[in-house]
């Protein structure tokens, strides 16, 4: 197939925070050094912000080093963290609030800021643009292309315009190749070409499992009267149990706006167990409905969090490019926070590229010196000091895994590094070994159904076009994982995409309804079968976020 060709010094795949960071930090470096840098950047949402969604309690501190003069720049950061609550959830109605000497310092915000993640990088894209860095929205790179040697050359985005068979319609536009000297990967939680990436160059060699957290969201806005701008609450306990783990947060915005979300653990075990409707009734414990009380549900949303650390980390190096942010695992789940690591590893990506373009370097090499730059920033140093955080919960569950971390940080005495090497898909028990849950009908003022959810979360996906989430053996679902599993994709995916709904003789069949699909990832990473394979539907595709 004949396409159309560009040709940059860096392409960047993915406008989020870390790969608008790495665009920023090359024209800096190109800028002081008065020479010319093609840079630029792919997005596969509509826009730039459109697939962006974060809690977000976000540290500035690697905004204060890519823009020193944020504030004049208008950067929107207008709420700052005030005041921290912490509390165990004992059952639906009691709760415990931990004293501040009790509470981890990573858990703790003084100097944070309550952001929209999205209103970020679209402020990212514009001082990227002014800098001269080219974006384009609504591509979404889909293959990767491979030179002589092996290594990266840059990627293929995806063909516009095919029908669900994957036949040419009369709208059809070949994708583009787009080639740069160094290609910086930055899709996200489980990008798909981040996987290949892994898998082909064997990054993750001698780390262990890379783990995951679906986190959901919901922005409110309340009455005045309940509104405390700069009052962040984290909760843990229930309605999660022993056989899952995670906690819920809860921000007061600006603008009367509430941010409330829950973190579920991916490592869960029981396949009855649905993240999304315990994300529903999380809000009617009477320390959540109490900010939510009167108020209306704006926004809806759900994302992957590659929540592994240090231990699970993969080497972000190979020939011709870079892994970076949460596409290889930044985030520091110890705080809950990941935008000012991913943010912190696309500057040091940035700067070693810079450094290996200036020394000749005609591109194509495996950029070394980046582990050292990595190794040697703050951001490593908090993944070497929180390193045990995640494995701790997993292994000892949330109140001894809670004790762990509690003498780990607060005490600071020097504890053994804890290992979790078993993947988040193979924890699944049978169905018939675990315990069944009925979950509650939505109520409609507090909490709600998937439908509506889908609709505030405005994702839209042409019908007839290939369906991007890809069965590795379609009878898998039906044969294996409905009776082992009572087929667990109909509970784990928070939107309704699979369904196994029955033929007029009474055949169960696995239904994917891919047009709700919000790209949370959670198929691709907890179908305990590793059957799914979600890859980037038609450019500009999949949920609309406004400011989440």
């Not at 905004?63 to 639906?92: C, I, M, N, Q």
């Not at 908090?382 to 919960?393: C, E």
């Not at 028990?429 to 315990?435: C, E, G, I, L, Y």
């Amino acid at each position: 197939m004949d396409r159309e060709s560009m040709s940059f010094d860096v392409v960047i795949v993915g406008a989020g925070v870390a790969g608008l960071s790495a665009a920023c930090r090359l024209m800096q470096a190109a800028s002081a050094q008065a020479r010319e840098l093609s840079v630029c950047v792919l997005e596969k949402g509509a826009e730039v912000g459109a697939h962006i969604l974060s809690g977000a309690a976000f540290d500035p501190r690697a905004l204060e080093e890519l823009f020193p003069d944020w504030k004049d720049r208008g950067a929107p950061l207008h709420t700052p963290a005030l005041r921290d609550e912490v509390l165990y959830l004992r059952d639906s109605e009691r709760s415990i609030r931990f004293p501040e000497a009790l509470i981890p310092p990573s858990m703790l915000n003084e100097g944070s800021y309550l952001i929209s993640a999205g209103d970020l990088c679209r402020w990212l894209a514009e001082q990227a643009e002014a800098l001269g860095v080219d974006i384009f929205p609504g591509f979404a790179a889909q293959s990767l292309m491979f030179g002589e040697q092996g290594e990266i050359t840059g990627v293929i985005t995806g063909d516009m315009g095919l029908d669900h068979e994957g036949n040419p319609k009369p709208s059809h536009e070949p994708g583009i190749e787009l080639y740069g000297r160094y290609t910086l990967f930055a899709e996200g939680a489980r990008g798909h070409l981040g996987q290949e990436l892994i898998k082909h160059f064997d990054l993750a060699a001698g780390r262990d499992e890379q783990h995951y957290a679906i986190g959901f969201k919901e922005l409110w806005e309340v009455p005045a009267e309940q509104h405390e701008p700069g009052l962040v609450v984290h909760t843990a306990g229930w309605p999660l149990s022993s056989e899952a783990h995670g906690g819920s947060f809860l921000y007061h915005g600006s603008d009367r706006q509430v941010m409330v979300g829950l973190i579920v653990d991916l490592a869960y075990d029981n396949p009855w167990l649905s993240p999304f409707d315990e994300f529903q009734r999380m809000k009617h414990h009477p320390e959540v409905a109490r900010h939510l009380k009167g108020g209306t549900r704006l926004a809806f949303g759900a994302r992957a969090i590659t929540k592994g650390g240090l231990n699970s980390l993969p080497k972000m190096t190979f020939p011709g490019g870079l892994l970076i942010g949460c596409d290889a695992g930044t985030l520091d789940f110890s705080r809950i926070k990941g935008i000012h690591m991913a943010m912190k590893s696309g500057m040091l990506a940035a700067e070693s590229v810079v450094a290996a373009l200036s020394g000749g370097e005609e591109g194509g090499r495996t950029l070394d010196d980046f582990s050292t730059r990595f190794e040697d920033s703050w951001a490593h140093e908090a993944l070497a000091r929180h390193r045990n955080f995640g494995p701790a919960m997993h292994r000892f569950g949330m109140v001894v895994g809670g004790v762990w971390n509690f003498v780990e940080q607060k005490l600071r005495l020097p504890l053994p590094t804890l290992h979790d090497t078993t993947a988040d898909h193979a924890q699944l028990k049978t169905a018939d070994t675990a315990k069944r849950i009925d979950y509650p009908r939505p109520d409609g003022v507090l909490s709600f159904d998937k439908p509506s959810s889908v609709y505030l979360s405005n994702t839209h996906h042409e019908e007839d076009q290939p369906c991007h989430l890809q069965l590795r053996d379609p009878s898998i679902p039906i044969s294996i994982n409905l009776p082992r599993y009572a087929e667990p994709a109909q509970r784990y995916c928070p939107v309704g995409v699979y369904e196994v709904v029955e033929d007029s003789d009474g055949t169960p069949r696995f239904q994917i309804n891919f047009q709700n699909c919000i790209h949370c990832k959670t198929c691709d990473i907890k179908d305990p079968s590793q059957n799914i394979r979600w890859v980037t539907p038609e450019g500009g595709n999949g949920p609309g976020y406004p400011n989440m």
